[in-house]
């Protein structure tokens, strides 16, 4: 069973950075791709970054393209988001994603294990 767990949401204030982590277990983490997703209050969940198996491919939503970036260590079993120049707009519940496969497409159900999500609250 893949357990991944986020850490390192808070409250920022506009201009900020923060860190997300995700750890993952219960499979080989360097075979699958991983993601990010947000959530803000009253929305759908929104497909924010990916990065495939290798790390050697990504892909941003317009929206944060240009300030936030995913990477990954497969030594860590660990997947991060770099959020830069945050706007209260980025404020949501942030989750991170196990691919079902090696690559990734920006759409949830390509995605197969979620972790419980992160709050992130960027203040005007």
């Known amino acids: 069973q893949v357990q991944l767990v986020e850490s390192g949401g808070g409250l920022v204030q506009a201009g900020g950075s923060l860190r997300l982590s995700c750890a993952a277990s219960?499979?080989?983490?360097?075979?699958?791709?991983m993601g990010w997703f947000r959530q803000a209050p009253g929305k759908g969940r929104d497909f924010v970054a990916a990065?495939?198996?290798?790390?050697?491919?990504?892909g941003y939503a317009d929206a944060v393209k240009g300030r936030f970036t995913i990477s990954r260590d497969n030594a860590k079993n660990t997947v991060y988001l770099q959020m830069n120049s945050l706007r209260p707009e980025d404020t949501a519940v942030y989750y991170c994603a196990g691919g079902r496969g090696a690559y990734y497409n920006p759409y949830a159900d390509t995605f197969g294990s979620w972790g419980q999500g992160t709050q992130v609250t960027v203040s005007s």
């Open positions: 990065i495939d198996w290798s790390g050697g491919n990504t």
């Open positions: 219960g499979r080989p983490f360097s075979r699958y791709a």
